[in-house]
């Protein structure tokens, strides 16, 4: 898989939200969003074969405080050095600044599908990260994003928290209103 960078702007003229991807890029929506959702969630985050920034932005057409996210997929982040993902981090965020104008010099008027393909994104791979990409592009299958581990655990902690309470509570309860040898 060759490096690529996808965006996701809340800015798509009158759309409001949508991708934004190379033209090279033939992911659906679908598995586009796995990997705008990790940026989502964090302001950084860096997984096994892509690095993820995003911000807070304004909606244009609601005023609204939205998510702008971007993210460089399909290198090996094993491979990078400490300062290599600084550098790499910090010019995702630069890049990030420019999503908003790109989306809002875009003319949206036949765009329908959530995923709109711009030649911009392949401009910035090729001039903000020409050496960086080619040595650390991943070899093998494509990965889908990290995944935190399921929170159903915490739900099953929480019932048997709650359960000890009342179990506890009740034999406290019964031990004060039934003593031994008591009418």
Known sequence: MNPFLIAETPNAGPHGHRFLVPPECDWDDARIAEFIGRGRERAEWIGGNY?????RATQHSTGRSADE?????????????????EQVVQRLRDLLAEVDAVAGA???????????????????????FPA????????????LPDKPPPRVWRIWLVEAVLLAVVTIGIAELCRHVFRPGQP
Request: aromatic share 4%.
């Open 106 to 128: 875009h003319k949206w008027n036949g765009e329908q599908g959530l995923v709109v393909r711009l030649p911009v994104l392949g401009v910035w791979l090729d001039s903000g």
């Open 132 to 143: 960086l990409a080619a040595r650390t592009a991943v070899n093998g299958p494509e990965e």
């Open 51 to 55: 690095i993820a920034v995003s911000r």
């Open 69 to 85: 996210v971007l993210v460089l997929v399909g290198i090996d982040t094993a491979k990078l050095t400490n300062a290599d993902r």
